[in-house]
């Protein structure tokens, strides 16, 4: 059973609008949030974390909403590049057995920015 | 410059051959991590190692086996008791286990069984 889930495969948008990626999670255990870009034969990067505590994280472009009682975050990108372009992945982490503190991906979405 | 390198990035194996992929970070992080990443899957957790000479199994463990004699290295041996070997791998470090300590990623390895 997926833990932490990115329904959306794919995502166009335009060059200067706004991406939104989504990722829902089902253990309320979960206290630290991070979203990870890849590109294709690459390992993936960091790109932008949030705590619990916290409901919104911002850096530059990228900005992460956090709506615990939904158990859901988003990842929005204004305005979106074509460098965008990448398989965005959503991971936690948190307090909650098994594999204690390690990291949970979601399966990724993969975002297209057309110019 | 520090960072995590994966080698080599793409690798070919027999059947019923064992191979084994490297790793070495030079960031003094206490964590290493193997994932494997197949088309249309999340990253799913291989084995994790929170400090030297100890290891643990992730959700995949089967088919697999690592060591972590010195900190700076934790390499994978793919052995020939997985079924389904053919895969990206994907090798992570960290400052220390979970929580807010984010994870470094390798460039991976391709492996193909042909």
């Known amino acids: 059973d997926q833990q932490v889930k990115q329904n959306s495969p794919s995502l166009s948008v335009q060059e200067g609008r706004i991406s939104i990626l989504n990722c829902d999670y089902t253990?309320?255990?979960?206290?630290?949030f991070l979203w990870y870009k890849k590109y294709p034969a690459e390992g993936p990067t960091f790109l932008i974390s949030?705590?619990?505590?916290?409901d919104k994280n911002e850096d530059g472009r990228f900005t992460v909403f956090l709506n615990k009682s939904a158990k859901h975050l988003s990842l929005h990108i204004v305005p979106s590049q074509p460098g965008d372009s990448a398989v965005y992945f959503c991971?936690?982490?948190?307090?909650?057995?098994?594999?204690?503190?390690?990291?949970?991906f979601g399966k990724g979405t993969k975002l297209s920015v057309k110019p | 410059d520090g960072g995590i390198t994966q080698s080599p990035k793409y690798l070919f194996r027999k059947e019923g051959q064992n191979v084994t992929l490297s790793c070495e970070q030079n960031l003094n992080h206490d964590a290493m991590y193997w994932y494997r990443q197949d088309p249309g899957q999340g990253l799913r957790l291989i084995y994790y190692?929170?400090?030297?000479?100890?290891?643990q199994k992730g959700d995949i463990a089967e088919g697999y086996s690592v060591s972590r004699e010195k900190k700076e290295s934790f390499p994978l041996t793919v052995t020939s008791a997985q079924k389904n070997p053919t895969a990206f791998y994907l090798c992570?470090?960290?400052?220390?286990?979970?929580?807010?300590?984010?994870?470094?990623f390798g460039q991976g390895t391709r492996l193909t069984v042909v």
């Open positions: 949030i705590s619990s505590i916290k």
């Open positions: 991971a936690a982490s948190g307090d909650y057995g098994g594999s204690q503190g390690n990291l949970i």
């Open positions: 190692s929170q400090i030297v000479n100890d290891f």
């Open positions: 992570a470090s960290s400052m220390r286990q979970g929580g807010d300590s984010e994870a470094f």
């Open positions: 253990n309320s255990m979960f206290d630290y």
